[in-house]
């Protein structure tokens, strides 16, 4: 019974493994970002503070949306559609596509906005 067990734990532990790395090379393809370097740049960039992110130590902010479930949501920021290319736009400079957005630029380069974005997709 226990290595039975055992062998069901191993094996959902490994679909969840293969799943996990899908997401990660689906992400990068997607994104041209590198989701394992976006936790320091969210970090660095402050990004915790406002949200809350899966992932990230620390980043536990509750002023803004958390930042969960991202690929599967239908607009960036309410506004513009859901694309790689729109989510790495409102990242570098949110109010270049909603001027009254809270959300102020960082300072984040579109290279580093592109990190973020690859690991937000895969969250």
């Known amino acids: 019974m226990a290595a039975a067990l055992l062998f069901a734990a191993c094996i959902?532990?490994?679909?969840?493994?293969?799943?996990?790395?899908?997401?990660?090379?689906?992400?990068?393809?997607?994104?041209?970002g590198d989701p394992?370097?976006?936790?320091?740049?969210m970090i660095r960039y402050g990004c915790g503070g406002c949200h809350a992110i899966p992932g990230v130590p620390g980043?536990?902010?509750?002023?803004?949306?958390?930042?969960?479930?991202?690929?599967?949501?239908?607009?960036?920021?309410?506004?513009?559609?859901?694309s790689a290319d729109?989510?790495?736009?409102w990242i570098v400079d949110p109010r270049s596509l909603s001027p009254r957005s809270a959300m102020p630029r960082?300072?984040?380069?579109?290279a580093e906005a592109r990190d973020v974005a690859a690991f937000l997709y895969t969250r």
Do not use: C, D, K, M
Not at 12 to 32: D, K, N, P, W, Y
């Open 12 to 32: 959902v532990f490994g679909i969840t493994a293969l799943q996990r790395s899908e997401q990660r090379q689906v992400a990068h393809a997607i994104t041209g």
């Open 36 to 41: 394992s370097r976006a936790p320091e740049l």
């Open 59 to 82: 980043a536990t902010g509750r002023v803004a949306a958390p930042l969960t479930g991202l690929r599967e949501r239908v607009y960036v920021g309410g506004v513009v559609r859901n």
């Open 86 to 89: 729109n989510l790495v736009a």
């Open 106 to 110: 960082t300072g984040i380069t579109e």
